[in-house]
Nanobody, 124 residues
Framework: QVQLVESGGGLVQAGGSLRLSCAAS????????MGWFRQAPGKEHDFVAA????????YVADSVKGRFTISRDNAKNTVYLQMNSLKPEDTAIYYC?????????????????WGQGTQVTVSS
């Protein structure tokens, strides 16, 4: 069992930055691929970024490439999402998720565990 708790969301002006954190419970964090997803009102969960179990390989959506960076610290059971050059269209609830069945967690249907989400609002 893994519990995930996101933090770091908030209100920021366009062009600003935020760093989201996702703290995981349990001793098996390092065995899970981790992903960040976001959900805007009335939309499905969209993939944002993924990182493999040891953190040596990452993959980000085209919409955030060059602006967002995913990282993890297995010693701290935490995964991060650094978001720079934020745009109003980045406004959404951001969720972290853990998956054990794929190298990269890019499909929300493949997630085993989800956090409760953190709101990110970017004003123009």
């Amino acid at each position: 069992q893994v519990q995930l708790v996101e933090s770091g969301g908030g209100l920021v002006q366009a062009g600003g930055s935020l760093r989201l954190s996702c703290a995981a419970s349990g001793r098996t964090f390092s065995t899970y691929a981790m992903g960040w997803f976001r959900q805007a009102p009335g939309k499905e969960h969209d993939f944002v970024a993924a990182i493999n179990t040891i953190g040596g390989s990452t993959y980000v959506a085209d919409s955030v490439k060059g602006r967002f960076t995913i990282s993890r610290d297995n010693a701290k059971n935490t995964v991060y999402l650094q978001m720079n050059s934020l745009k109003p269209e980045d406004t959404a609830i951001y969720y972290c998720a853990a998956g054990s069945r794929s190298y990269y967690l890019t499909n929300p249907g493949a997630a085993d565990y989800w956090g409760q989400g953190t709101q990110v609002t970017v004003s123009s």
